[in-house]
């Protein structure tokens, strides 16, 4: 039985540690996700939060047919979509791309990155969430293929599409802004 599987069968039987290790074991992916697709820190941990909370209330249901991580993927894209229906302008919002700047570098180097980093997030952004949401769960999280089907519940050969689209739309906004950065 796998750690998750552990986990669930704590909360089930009454335990509410079960559910409080995995809120720590994905905290953070969860919080990268949704920040990835929306770009707001403010929203991002009320989506985040909503996340759990669906997953608290449907743990119960869960029929561990599949991996807990893919079913609890899934809850977040389709919170951080919802959200996106809601909200009219979220094309031109910025997205987040965590990058962390190795301490041997000269000083100037971290204000380029932070600037490449700021350009990256804009072209992003700009990606229709369809193709968005494919590029973060593969080049952000480092889903597979497989699991990233699993979690947009389409085929593998739609997948690679849409990553394939994602980074064609990505290099065209980051060519277009003349920074040549690609």
């Not at 009454?14 to 992916?29: P, S």
Request: glycine letters at 6%.
């Amino acid at each position: 039985m796998n750690e998750d599987a552990v986990y669930i069968e704590q909360f089930i039987a009454g335990e509410q540690q079960g559910f409080e290790m995995l809120v720590r074991k994905y905290q953070d992916r969860a919080l990268n996700i949704v920040y990835s697709l929306i770009g707001n820190d403010r929203e991002t941990e009320d989506i985040t939060q909503e996340s759990f909370l669906k997953v608290y209330h449907n743990l119960g249901s869960f029929k561990q047919n599949s991996q807990f991580s893919t079913w609890f993927y899934r809850i977040i894209v389709n919170t951080a979509y919802d959200f996106l229906r809601r909200r009219k302008n979220f094309v031109n919002d910025e997205i987040a791309i965590e990058k962390s700047v190795s301490t041997g570098e000269r000083p100037g180097d971290a204000l380029l990155i932070k600037e490449r980093d700021a350009m990256v997030r804009i072209a992003l952004a700009g990606i229709p969430i369809k193709y968005r949401t494919a590029l973060v769960l593969k080049d952000v999280e480092g889903l597979s293929y497989i699991e990233i089907s699993r979690i947009l519940r389409c085929s593998l050969g739609t997948v690679e599409s849409k990553i394939f689209r994602a980074r064609q739309f990505l290099r065209g906004k980051l060519l277009n802004s003349g920074e040549g950065l690609l």
